[in-house]
């Protein structure tokens, strides 16, 4: 019975008998519910029929999903008469067309039932009818090209996944390659840029294939065939080298990369969750199939990678980090965060570990690999867990960045950039030397951040030129941060003070051995809630904050050059000068831009260089915060940039925004030194200001 209602009005309940209704929740229960009879009708049969799998305790009839039935025979004999694997099949047909006479609604279609047969692994004909309409109609054979004078496929996909005859993954095979040959020559003749094609293909393309990866068994030479396609894709959209260490692409972003789905790996994620809903499943055949096919893949000593062993392997390594709990991360204590797991896990929340354990396993190999090839490649691995992770969200990359800048960060990092001395380690040039002269190697460390050279030129030096265009975008941070701190001790000296916060409040209590004073009345006692001595940040202790950088900009008030005579005679002079006479606080910035495999050791000279001056000022009572900052020539902020933001208060936006403005400003400065690299004189411009521009 259904009745339609429309705002306030229903029409009467009327009766439907064929046929859903569209949007109807209960529609695909009923059917269902409904469909279960047929199941259940055939199953009289499946003792006597079924197949039985010779390794495991399982006797297979019938499967299916929603509306797809399928139904599996073998030959048998049955007191005494023997019957083929085709008659018994027809046998379960008829059955099945009983079942269709009796529901009278429910008619099949000979067009979409197909048979195959395979007798000692080679397929005949089946052979077999089903009725329709009350004649009995042949059903195809899986491989005929034509049925009823029409053409169709000479495969079926059943449940979504193709099937042959010979039981191959030819047809998935080629649908797959046709996918990502199409995707290949679809982004390819757009003209979108290479972050744009990357990161459909990375988020689209990706997503669309993993099904036909899940239900097939690909073989691993095919799988990788289809990543070779993949990495030329990135490589072409990315204008990458082609000597350049591919892993670039599918390194996690800890690790220098873009972190980019490697197809692999891809395909091997998901056949692991195929096998961990397989290996969960209530449905006791599943299980008994999943145990048969696990026996099989440990008996066998073959090299070929074995879903089951895996899954296996990485389930025991999740038991024991379970036991284990967290361990030492990074640059973080024992002890540290929160306990990855909990001791009984849900199925979801175990796949979910499973995965990551498998990603982490697989980033372990990409890093032995680039570590196996040190000398080409892989200068970053000695310095990437010194410095901050990179801003390489998608977003950056696609809206910020050009493609040009990318490109020489992603060659800068592997050092595959056509340098002098790369070129000579090529064989395309017989001298190796700076071009600007000075007689050194001319490698990429050398251009960047060596050269004396460049570092003497007039007027404008283009070492100076980063290291000032990094400083500027500090110094507009700092005097928003000092202009923000201003304004609050500003209004706080308007306000009048409130009551002292968060006091719990017993009504009628009394402290022990104190009796109430009448018994009648209640009287409230107050505690002072235990909480944690606020830390303040330097710059809120005092209003008076003087700021002095050594920069020349335009917009900037000229600065005098030397350390305030006030505070200290001196000759030496740290990049940026924050002090407050008042409370006798001194804060300096010095501000370094190496190369980033130098970055600790540049941190300690520059802590060296200023150790008398900080004593000096302290003997005279002064208090005095010294900030040595390291932004690396490639962009990389080195870690000791969190204390710079501690010590100034800075919030938690802000210095994620100053970090991707230093790390922007300092990629784009050394690309233009990188381009100049042969211009023996450098033009003098105006430093490079993007802060607040982003
Ligand atoms: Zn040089």
Same mark, same amino acid.
């Given at each position: 019975?259904?009745a339609?209602?429309?705002?306030?009005?229903?029409?009467?309940w009327?009766?439907f008998e064929?046929?859903v209704?569209q949007?109807c929740?209960a529609?695909?229960?009923?059917f269902?519910?409904?469909?279960?009879?047929?199941?259940?009708?055939l199953?009289q049969?499946?003792d006597?029929?079924? &197949?039985?799998?010779t390794?495991a305790?399982?006797?297979?009839?019938?499967?299916g &999903?929603?509306?797809?039935l @399928?139904?599996?025979?073998?030959?048998?004999?049955?007191e005494?008469v023997?019957r083929s694997a085709?008659?018994n099949?027809q046998?379960v047909t +008829?059955?099945?067309?009983?079942?269709l006479?009796w529901?009278?609604t429910?008619?099949?279609k000979p067009?979409k039932c197909?048979a !195959?047969?395979?007798? $000692?692994?080679k397929?005949v004909? %089946?052979?077999l009818t089903?009725?329709c309409? @009350?004649?009995?109609?042949? !059903?195809?054979?899986?491989s +005929?090209?034509? &049925?009823?004078?029409?053409c169709r496929?000479?495969w079926f996909?059943f449940?979504?996944?193709f099937?042959?005859?010979?039981?191959?993954e030819?047809?998935?095979k080629?649908?797959l390659l046709? !996918?990502?040959?199409?995707a290949?020559a679809?982004l390819? @003749?757009t003209?979108?840029?290479g972050?744009q094609?990357?990161w459909?293909?990375?988020?689209y393309?990706m997503s669309?294939i993993?099904w036909?990866?899940m239900?097939?068994?690909?073989a %691993?030479?095919?799988?990788a065939d289809?990543q070779?396609i993949?990495t030329r894709?990135?490589k072409?959209?990315l204008?990458?080298?082609?000597?350049?260490?591919n892993?670039?692409?599918?390194r *996690?972003?800890?690790?220098c990369?873009?972190?980019?789905k490697?197809?692999m790996s =891809?395909n091997?994620?998901?056949r692991?969750?195929?096998?961990?809903?397989l290996?969960?499943s209530?449905?006791?055949?599943? #299980?008994?199939?999943?145990?048969?096919?696990?026996?099989?893949?440990?008996?066998?000593n073959?090299?070929?990678?074995k879903d089951c062993?895996?899954l296996?392997s990485?389930?025991q390594?999740f038991m024991?980090?379970t036991?284990?709990?967290?361990?030492?991360q990074?640059?973080?204590?024992v002890?540290?965060g929160h306990?990855?797991?909990?001791?009984q896990?849900t199925v979801?929340?175990?796949r979910?570990a499973?995965?990551?354990i498998f990603k982490?396993?697989?980033?372990? /190999?990409?890093?032995a690999?680039?570590?196996t090839?040190?000398?080409a490649?892989g200068e970053w691995?000695?310095?990437?867990?010194?410095?901050l992770?990179?801003?390489?969200?998608w977003h950056?990359?696609?809206?910020c960045? *050009?493609?040009y800048?990318?490109r020489?960060w992603?060659c800068a990092?592997?050092d595959?950039l056509?340098?002098?001395?790369?070129r000579?380690?090529?064989?395309m #040039?017989?001298d190796?030397t700076?071009?600007l002269g000075?007689?050194?190697?001319g490698?990429?460390?050398h251009?960047?951040?060596?050269? =004396?050279r460049a570092?003497?030129e007039?007027p404008q030096?283009?070492i100076t =030129?980063?290291?000032d265009?990094?400083?500027?975008?500090?110094?507009r941070?700092?005097l928003?941060?000092?202009?923000?701190?201003?304004?609050e001790?500003a209004?706080?000296?308007?306000k009048?003070k409130?009551s002292?916060?968060?006091v719990?409040?017993f $009504?009628g209590?009394h402290?022990e051995?104190?009796?109430p004073?009448s018994?009648?009345e209640?009287? *409230?006692?107050s505690f002072?809630?235990?909480r944690?001595p606020?830390?303040? /940040?330097?710059?809120?202790?005092a209003s008076?904050?003087?700021?002095?950088f050594?920069?020349e900009a335009p917009? !900037?008030?000229q600065n005098?050059r030397v350390?305030p005579p006030?505070?200290i005679?001196?000759?030496?002079?740290?990049?940026?000068?924050?002090?407050?006479?008042s409370s006798k606080t001194?804060?300096w910035?010095e501000?370094? /831009?190496p190369w980033?495999?130098n970055?600790?050791e540049w941190?300690?000279k520059?802590?060296e260089?200023y150790?008398?001056? $900080?004593?000096d000022?302290e003997?005279?009572?002064? $208090?005095?915060?010294d900030?040595?900052?390291?932004?690396?020539a490639r962009?990389?902020?080195?870690r000791? &940039?969190y204390?710079l933001?501690s010590v100034?208060g800075?919030?938690k936006?802000e *210095?994620?925004?100053l970090?991707q403005?230093v790390?922007?400003?300092?990629?784009?400065?050394s690309h233009a030194i990188?381009?100049?690299?042969y211009?023996?004189?450098?033009q003098?411009r105006?430093?490079? +200001?993007?802060f607040?521009k982003?």
């Amino acid at each position: 019975m259904a009745a339609v209602m429309m705002k306030q009005q229903c029409t009467p309940w009327f009766r439907f008998e064929i046929g859903v209704f569209q949007g109807c929740t209960a529609s695909t229960i009923l059917f269902n519910v409904a469909f279960n009879t047929c199941f259940t009708h055939l199953a009289q049969l499946r003792d006597e029929c079924g &197949y039985q799998f010779t390794k495991a305790d399982v006797k297979l009839l019938t499967t299916g &999903y929603a509306d797809d039935l @399928g139904m599996s025979t073998q030959p048998t004999t049955h007191e005494g008469v023997y019957r083929s694997a085709n008659e018994n099949n027809q046998r379960v047909t +008829d059955s099945l067309n009983e079942w269709l006479e009796w529901s009278k609604t429910m008619a099949a279609k000979p067009k979409k039932c197909v048979a !195959m047969s395979l007798v $000692k692994g080679k397929p005949v004909e %089946p052979n077999l009818t089903i009725k329709c309409k @009350g004649k009995a109609e042949p !059903m195809a054979r899986i491989s +005929d090209e034509a &049925y009823g004078g029409s053409c169709r496929d000479p495969w079926f996909k059943f449940l979504g996944r193709f099937l042959l005859e010979n039981l191959s993954e030819q047809q998935a095979k080629k649908v797959l390659l046709t !996918m990502v040959q199409d995707a290949e020559a679809r982004l390819g @003749g757009t003209a979108l840029r290479g972050t744009q094609k990357t990161w459909i293909w990375d988020s689209y393309v990706m997503s669309s294939i993993s099904w036909l990866l899940m239900i097939h068994n690909m073989a %691993p030479t095919f799988v990788a065939d289809l990543q070779a396609i993949q990495t030329r894709c990135f490589k072409a959209w990315l204008g990458y080298t082609k000597t350049g260490n591919n892993s670039i692409f599918y390194r *996690s972003k800890a690790h220098c990369g873009l972190q980019l789905k490697e197809m692999m790996s =891809w395909n091997k994620q998901n056949r692991l969750i195929r096998r961990h809903i397989l290996s969960t499943s209530s449905d006791p055949q599943v #299980q008994a199939i999943h145990k048969m096919v696990s026996a099989k893949q440990n008996s066998s000593n073959t090299n070929e990678w074995k879903d089951c062993k895996e899954l296996e392997s990485l389930k025991q390594v999740f038991m024991f980090e379970t036991m284990r709990g967290p361990l030492r991360q990074a640059s973080v204590g024992v002890g540290w965060g929160h306990r990855r797991q909990q001791a009984q896990s849900t199925v979801k929340e175990e796949r979910a570990a499973i995965l990551r354990i498998f990603k982490e396993q697989t980033e372990e /190999s990409r890093m032995a690999e680039v570590l196996t090839r040190l000398t080409a490649t892989g200068e970053w691995i000695h310095w990437h867990e010194s410095v901050l992770q990179l801003d390489a969200r998608w977003h950056s990359l696609i809206a910020c960045e *050009s493609d040009y800048q990318l490109r020489f960060w992603m060659c800068a990092i592997e050092d595959v950039l056509p340098t002098p001395s790369m070129r000579h380690r090529w064989g395309m #040039q017989a001298d190796k030397t700076c071009p600007l002269g000075c007689g050194k190697v001319g490698s990429l460390c050398h251009i960047l951040a060596g050269c =004396w050279r460049a570092l003497d030129e007039k007027p404008q030096s283009r070492i100076t =030129w980063r290291h000032d265009s990094v400083l500027l975008a500090i110094y507009r941070a700092t005097l928003a941060v000092v202009n923000r701190f201003k304004n609050e001790q500003a209004q706080a000296k308007q306000k009048p003070k409130g009551s002292p916060k968060r006091v719990i409040l017993f $009504k009628g209590g009394h402290y022990e051995g104190q009796q109430p004073k009448s018994h009648g009345e209640a009287e *409230s006692v107050s505690f002072q809630a235990p909480r944690a001595p606020e830390v303040k /940040s330097v710059l809120a202790k005092a209003s008076d904050w003087k700021i002095q950088f050594d920069l020349e900009a335009p917009g !900037m008030r000229q600065n005098s050059r030397v350390f305030p005579p006030d505070v200290i005679q001196t000759t030496l002079r740290p990049d940026g000068l924050i002090w407050s006479t008042s409370s006798k606080t001194m804060v300096w910035i010095e501000l370094t /831009s190496p190369w980033e495999a130098n970055a600790p050791e540049w941190h300690v000279k520059k802590a060296e260089k200023y150790n008398q001056l $900080k004593c000096d000022i302290e003997a005279k009572g002064w $208090k005095v915060h010294d900030l040595y900052v390291e932004i690396g020539a490639r962009g990389h902020v080195h870690r000791p &940039y969190y204390s710079l933001c501690s010590v100034l208060g800075f919030t938690k936006a802000e *210095s994620r925004e100053l970090k991707q403005v230093v790390e922007q400003v300092a990629k784009l400065c050394s690309h233009a030194i990188f381009v100049a690299r042969y211009q023996r004189v450098w033009q003098e411009r105006p430093l490079l +200001d993007l802060f607040q521009k982003q």
